[in-house]
């Protein structure tokens, strides 16, 4: 198999801190991210240098945000920014190493018309808060068209992935349900495809690691959870399940724009960015599960619905964390009609509230005094 080198820019970074980080400073409340056009897919705050980083989906950049000065400002990203062949969508903080990954998908799996066109170019690339420089730009179309040859089915749709605890990163196709696993030096190889494989609907939108090493991720295709176990001897063997308690009309199940399990909760809560479900609410909602046994079985526990006050189109198509608090990224983006909606600025909204509501047993005993004390 032809195997494209990824294209190495910075000092590999190491891999160690799975498990703890210094405190950042107090944040609570919102966070108004004053930059004209983010249209923001998704967002991650670093634990590392404690500054927040959304990705600029039609910029093709990574805008940084440092919620305790205010400052904002752009990271080109070398070949993606400004350029039409991609969408900038996941943003996913690696605990093992510290930095910030970017999935460059291909902008026409997503438009004009979502799972129309899977064809176009796909970068996964790290980024160092700590040094301000890009590690590593990894072009992983050789694993595609491999695969698309052995397999006949489109691969497309990268748009989220998540790190283990030594460091690899885990990408996923939406359409076609492929996971790519990336190195830490940005070597790519195939990790996962469905046996058979499936049709070209939505399947994995989104994905995190559990502190025990568990790849989980969301599946509108099962319409359930799927787990993978890597430290397990079969890794890269999944196990399927599906959440019960939902309500009955609910039709699309995990058909998540992201997935994320704040840390807030252990691993035990886990927030769906369902976009494309309008019965509940206009604009979509967050479906919250819960998980008592590392996502072995789950329960949905209920929904926000995005009512964040910034209407019209304004969506969360991501929900991320900081050490102690959760986030709602407020995204105006051209869902119904065809152009770009041109902003001043940006919403990271505090839901931590309100996902505290829906999984009392699971808030930490120290925040719940913070509550009675209030
Ligand atoms: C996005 O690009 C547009 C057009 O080039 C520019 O006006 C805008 O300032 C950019 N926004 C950000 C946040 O980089
Ligand atoms: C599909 O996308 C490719 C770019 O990846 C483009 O060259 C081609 O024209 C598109 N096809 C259609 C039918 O729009």
């Known amino acids: 198999m032809k195997c494209s080198a990824p294209i190495v820019l910075a000092a590999i ?12 400073p107090t944040l609570v409340g919102d966070v108004t991210v004053k930059a004209a056009d983010i249209f923001p897919e998704s967002a991650e705050f670093a634990l590392s240098n404690c500054k927040f980083y959304i990705g600029s989906l039609n910029n093709g950049s990574l805008i940084e945000h440092d919620p305790y000065t205010s400052v904002t400002r752009e990271i080109k990203l070398p070949e993606v920014s400004h350029n039409e062949d991609y969408f900038i969508c996941g943003v996913d903080f690696s605990y093992a190493s510290g930095t910030i990954y970017v999935a460059a998908s291909a902008r026409y799996p997503w438009w004009p018309t979502i799972g129309a066109n899977l064809t176009g170019p796909n970068r996964i690339i790290q980024y160092s808060p700590i040094t301000d420089s ?11 068209s491999a695969e698309v040859e052995k397999t006949g089915s ?57 502190l025990d090493n568990v790849l989980v991720l969301g599946d509108g295709v099962s319409d359930g959870f ?17 959440p019960k308690g939902h309500p009955e009309d609910f039709e699309e199940i995990l058909e998540c724009d992201s997935l994320t ?21 206009k604009h979509g909602m967050i479906t919250v599960y819960t998980s008592d046994d590392g996502w072995t079985t789950s329960e949905f526990v209920g929904m926000i ?21 959760v986030y709602a990224l407020s995204s105006s983006l051209p869902y119904d009609d065809s152009g770009f909606p041109h902003t001043k600025s940006t919403t ?10 829906l999984v009392p047993k699971f808030v930490p005993a120290d925040a719940q005094h913070a509550h009675e004390e209030l």
Not at 348 to 357: A, G, M
């Open 226 to 242: 799927v787990r993978f176990d890597l430290s397990s001897s079969t890794p890269a063997r999944p196990s399927f399940t599906t």
């Open 134 to 144: 890009i590690v590593w730009s990894a072009n992983i179309d050789d694993v595609i």
């Open 13 to 24: 970074p190491a891999v160690g801190a799975f498990e703890t980080y210094p405190d950042c």
């Open 154 to 210: 489109p691969f497309a749709g990268f748009q989220d992935m998540a790190e283990d605890r030594d460091g690899n990163a885990y990408f996923i196709g939406t359409f076609g349900n492929i996971i790519v696993k990336v190195d830490p030096k940005g070597q790519a190889t195939k990790f996962y495809t469905p046996e058979p494989v499936n049709d070209k609907s939505y399947g994995f939108g989104g994905l995190f690691v559990t």
């Open 261 to 281: 399990a704040p840390r807030r909760y252990n691993d035990k809560v886990a927030l769906c960015s369902n976009v494309l479900d309008r019965k509940f609410s």
């Open 348 to 357: 990271l909204v505090d839901i931590t509230d309100r996902v505290d509501k």
């Open 305 to 325: 619905v995005n009512d964040f006050g910034q209407w019209p189109d304004v969506w969360s198509t991501a929900q991320f964390a900081t050490a102690d608090r």
